[in-house]
């Protein structure tokens, strides 16, 4: 069973910046890809970044794309997500998600978050204004 824990959210004034963390554990095969989701209250969730774990290719959301930054350390199990100028509408619980070792060739597999088998419990970001 993997295990995903999130750590670096906090509370930030608009324009600063935070480093989410995602510590995985207990995998017995190689994942395929890593993502994060964000859910605001009354909404639902939406991806906001993926890399791809052998290939570190990147995707993001377009509503973050140029501010925030995806990254892996393969040694460490640990996937990073760098969020700089946030804005308060980025204010959500980011969780962190694994695909575990499954892959399709469809053109929302990052996207989608039922791509993602494994789910971390969620970290808070609260962007104030």
């Known amino acids: 069973q993997v295990h995903l824990v999130e750590s670096g959210g906090g509370l930030v004034q608009a324009g600063g910046s935070l480093r989410l963390s995602c510590a995985a554990s207990?995998?017995?095969?190689?994942?395929?890809?890593m993502g994060w989701f964000r859910q605001a209250p009354g909404k639902e969730r939406e991806f906001v970044a993926a890399i791809s774990w052998s290939a570190g290719s990147t995707h993001y959301a377009n509503s973050v794309k140029g501010r925030f930054t995806i990254s892996r350390d393969n040694a460490k199990n640990t996937v990073y997500l760098q969020m700089n100028s946030l804005k308060p509408e980025d204010t959500a619980v980011y969780y962190c998600?694994?695909?575990?070792?499954?892959?399709?060739?469809?053109?929302?597999?990052?996207?989608?978050?039922?791509?993602?088998?494994?789910w971390g419990q969620g970290t808070q970001v609260t962007v104030s204004s």
């Open positions: 207990g995998r017995a095969f190689s994942s395929y890809a």
């Open positions: 998600a694994d695909s575990g070792p499954k892959y399709y060739s469809g053109s929302d597999y990052y996207t989608t978050p039922l791509s993602y088998a494994y």
